[in-house]
Every structure is written in structure tokens, then in C-alpha cells.
């Protein structure tokens, strides 16, 4: 392999990027997570171009093709392609109008069609056992285990990801109204109500657990690790992993519990609008790909609608 990027061209690059990430963050008002996917996937782009001796303003849809097709030959997943192909749209369109590229050569690139495997849904029984051995776990009334009762609960009411779980400060949950404030991707706010059960692990959490775990780190956030600061989202996934095989269910990520609650949620009854706006999707049809129809659902809705069901 060739590579052609010197000293000088390299530092070029790094503006380059340095000002692609202030475009992201102050004109187009991305999550700092978006922002930081985004830049390592032009990241990417650029060491391909320094492999193949393509410097920045040369690149070609050629080029673009080229780096699509070698992350897809080592194995890349269809739905971080995709995301490879936006943030790359995306920096196409900014570099060719600050001038870094002679034209949007990203326009005419397609991304891949994402894979449409769910995940995991647990039924409303198991769902129940997972929670539970969530809440005998807190019997032991040790702060994580009343912090995984709580998040656990949390999720499955109100079908937040659990990166918006772990970004939820106090002052976002109003316990008397049983509802709590949720900051989304582009920094979007919405507003979802809870349960009871929800509501009676929250309280559990709050007073006897949070309180032994604040540290000088701890801010307003909600949930905590064991050190104070704001609970790390890697630390939630494999405690769901973990009371997932203690309670003998599917093995599921917080993911599942998010998909689990829209799942329920339609099988009882509710519209699509309404799973829309407490799954915070901008576009009704991304909410029409994350559910699914329970063929119970589907048949109750058929004898109530057809004349000759």
C-alpha cells in the first residue's frame, strides 16, 4: 500500500475534522454521542484515503464505494454501514460547501438496506419474572441492586434507551404525577409517564438508595455508580444480562426492554401515534419498523373491523 499523507497533510485533516465536529454540534445540534459515531466513521473514510493514496480533495464516489466495500468484507453489520453511509453524506455536503471537497460526491451514495432482525421481546409473564428478580435483588437493600430495580422498572414503563436513562437528572422525574422528562436524540425532550411499580422502585431508590452512593462527582444525576457519578450504560446492560439468567428468561440488552414495552404496549390496545411519541421517533415509520403486530392484535382488529370476519 501507498500512503501519500504527510506531516502537512495530515494537521490539514485534523482541522478539517475539528470543524466538521463544531458544524455537528452548534449548527446541526447532534447528541455529543452522534457527534462522536459521525467522526469516527469520516475518520475511517480519511485512513482508507491515505491507504489507497487518494488525498482529501480527491476523493470520488469511487473512493466512497471502495471504503464501503472493505468495511462490509471484514464483517461490518448492515446497520453500521448505514450509519457510515449518513455521517458521510453528511460531511460531503458540509466540506463541499466549505469548500474542502469540489462537490458533494456523497450524494449519490446509497446506503445498504438495514438488516430487519428484532430483538428480543420478552412476554408479558416473563417481562414480570425479570422485574421481580429485580425487586428480590433489592430486598437485600444494598444500592445497586435498589439502582437496578429502579433502572429495570424505568425502562420497561416508559420505553427510554438506556443511554436517555442514564442521562435523566432528579429534577426530570416528577414522582406525584408519575411522569419523567427524557432528553433524545438532538437533544429533542419528551415527556413519558410511568406505573405504580415504576413509581414504588424510584421512591425505594431514592431514599434509601441514591443517597449512600452520592459522591463529589454525583451532580443532579438520577442513577449512580458505585463510585457517584452517573451511572455508566455498559454497567446497566450487563446487570439486565445477569438478572436475565437469574430469572430464567431470554437473554435480553436494555434494548429489548425498550422493545418489549412497545410491544405490549400495542397489544394493549394503544395507537402507533401514541407508541411514537413515547419511543421519541421523529418519523412515524421508524415506529411502524421497531414494532410489531401480535397476531393476537391482528385478529381481534380484523373480527372488530371486517363484515365477514
Not at 428480590?136 to 437493600?141: T, Y
Request: net charge positive; with cysteine.
Amino acid at each position: 500500500m501507498r500512503v501519500v499523507s504527510t506531516g502537512e497533510e495530515r494537521e490539514r485533516e485534523d482541522e478539517v475534522l475539528d470543524a466538521f465536529a463544531r458544524h455537528l454540534d452548534l449548527q446541526r445540534n447532534l447528541s455529543g454521542h452522534t457527534v462522536r459515531a459521525y467522526l469516527g466513521d469520516v475518520a475511517s473514510l480519511l485512513e482508507h484515503c491515505r491507504e489507497v493514496g487518494v488525498r482529501l480533495h480527491e476523493v470520488d464516489i469511487t473512493v466512497l464505494r471502495g471504503w464501503l466495500l472493505a468495511q462490509q468484507r471484514r464483517g461490518m453489520a448492515r446497520s453500521s454501514l448505514a450509519r457510515r453511509v449518513a455521517a458521510v453524506r453528511t460531511f460531503s455536503a458540509w466540506a463541499a460547501r466549505a469548500g474542502h471537497l469540489p462537490a458533494d460526491v456523497g450524494a449519490r451514495l446509497r446506503s445498504p438496506r438495514p438488516d430487519r432482525h428484532l430483538p428480543v421481546v420478552l412476554d408479558v409473564p416473563d417481562a414480570g419474572r425479570l422485574l421481580d428478580a429485580a425487586r428480590e435483588r433489592a430486598d437485600e437493600d444494598e444500592p445497586a441492586g435498589l439502582r437496578d430495580w429502579a433502572a429495570l422498572e424505568l425502562l420497561y414503563a416508559s420505553g427510554v434507551r438506556v443511554s436517555e436513562l442514564v442521562g435523566i437528572d432528579i429534577g426530570d422525574v416528577d414522582l406525584a404525577e408519575r411522569t419523567v422528562r427524557v432528553t433524545g436524540k438532538g437533544d429533542k425532550q419528551r415527556v413519558v409517564p410511568f406505573g405504580v411499580p415504576a413509581g414504588r422502585a424510584l421512591t425505594a431508590w431514592l431514599d434509601r438508595g441514591r443517597p449512600r452512593l452520592v459522591g463529589p462527582r454525583t451532580g443532579r444525576a438520577l442513577f449512580l455508580g458505585v463510585r457517584g457519578g452517573r451511572l455508566d450504560p455498559r454497567t446497566l446492560r450487563g446487570q439486565v444480562h445477569r438478572l436475565a439468567a437469574q430469572a430464567g428468561v431470554a437473554d435480553l440488552a436494555p434494548h429489548g426492554l425498550r422493545h418489549s414495552a412497545a410491544t405490549h404496549l400495542l397489544a394493549g390496545g394503544s395507537d402507533l401515534r401514541t407508541v411514537q411519541e413515547v419511543l421519541g421517533h421523529a418519523s412515524l415509520s421508524t415506529t411502524q419498523r421497531y414494532t410489531h403486530v401480535t397476531p393476537e392484535r391482528l385478529r381481534a382488529a380484523y373480527t372488530q373491523a371486517h363484515p365477514r370476519a
